[in-house]
């Protein structure tokens, strides 16, 4: 086979799977993960039950798809973030910033990396080692931040013994109020009269206040 021809080829192929992941996330979106069926998702992206199966073995399998998507995305957030700030703690601000916004402008990916851990033990190998890369990656940012913060002077030596432990306090503590502001608006059913953006700026205040010099 041409190399052209090849190249071409690979392109269509990765086009379809994208747009098969693309139909997924709306019906996914307008009927629940449970309720969509792998019918649902073909006549979506217009293309025959059996195309669909050449690509995914199962409606897990695009999940699992979908959730690297997210992956990919929040770790895109917290890259463009640490270019906004010079200093350490300014770009761990920036990145607490941009994950609370991740969970607004996405929130169905944000659920998506929340039940990610577990459901990639089930994923093929090489699509949980891509997971398993960019979640590093993540963290990586994190760290890096934290580490350029003790070197500038801006965080404080005395409370980070360990950059990596900061790093998830940091991320768990905040990622923990977001799921505390859903689960209060998804009961109270009254969004616009739950303080959580008041809540989330006060999270993020609280924690850089606990690691600045």
Avoid: W
Avoid at 55 to 60: H, L, S, T
């Amino acid at each position: 086979m041409s190399e052209p021809l090849k190249t071409r080829r690979e392109k269509e192929k990765q086009a379809r799977y994208d747009a098969i992941l693309d139909a997924a996330e709306l019906a996914f979106s307008e009927k629940g993960y449970e309720r969509t069926s792998m019918d649902d998702i073909a006549r979506t992206a217009a293309l025959s039950r059996a195309l669909l199966y050449v690509y995914f073995r199962d409606k897990a399998a695009i999940q699992h798809g979908i959730m690297l998507r997210a992956g990919h995305s929040l770790c895109r957030r917290f890259r463009e973030a640490r270019e906004t700030a010079d200093t350490g703690l300014a770009q761990i601000r920036a990145m607490g910033v941009a994950y609370y916004q991740f969970y607004r402008d996405q929130p169905d990916y944000f659920s998506a990396l929340t039940t990610a851990s577990t459901a990639m033990a089930a994923a093929d190998d090489e699509l949980a080692n891509e997971m398993l890369c960019c979640k590093a990656e993540t963290m990586d940012l994190m760290v890096s931040a934290i580490r350029l913060g003790l070197e500038d002077g801006t965080m404080n030596r005395d409370r980070i013994q360990e950059p990596v432990e900061t790093a998830l306090y940091l991320r768990g503590a905040l990622h923990g109020v977001i799921m505390l502001c859903q689960s209060e608006m998804d009961e109270s059913g009254q969004e616009e009269n739950f303080p959580a953006e008041s809540l989330i700026r006060h999270t993020m205040e609280m924690l850089t206040s606990s690691i600045a010099s």
